[in-house]
């Protein structure tokens, strides 16, 4: 598995919590790292990505909610959200892109957030 996420839990919501992803096997410090989600029952949601430079993009989805960053050294990129919402409840995935496409070829298992009201 190229990547591994981890994080994922049962929380309560207005809790915050941080889902790590860690590449193995891949080019990851070159590659750039987007976040997904999939909520019960709905398709596959765009959060956030990050280059290899440390630029960021970020939807409106979680109406600022949400952080993504990255630590090459540790080959890992995470995705902080803070005052989660029972709406936030899905399966949150990794994926990296390397050049020259920067298509999303690596993707992970996914990590299952619950998020209790």
């Known amino acids: 598995v190229p990547l591994v996420e981890s994080g994922g839990g049962l929380v309560q919501a207005g809790e915050s919590l941080t889902l790590s992803c860690e590449g193995r096997g891949i080019p990851f410090s070159i590659s750039a790292v987007g976040w997904h989600r999939q909520r019960p029952g709905e398709g596959r949601e765009f959060i956030a990505s990050?280059?290899?430079?440390?630029?960021?993009y970020t939807e409106n989805l979680m109406e600022g909610r949400s952080t993504i960053s990255r630590d090459n050294e540790k080959a890992t990129a995470y995705l902080t959200i803070t005052n989660l919402k029972h709406e936030d409840t899905a399966v949150y995935y990794c994926a990296a892109a390397k050049p020259p496409k920067f298509e999303y070829e690596y993707w992970g298992q996914g990590t299952q957030v619950t998020v209790s009201s």
């Open positions: 990050i280059s290899s430079e440390g630029a960021t």
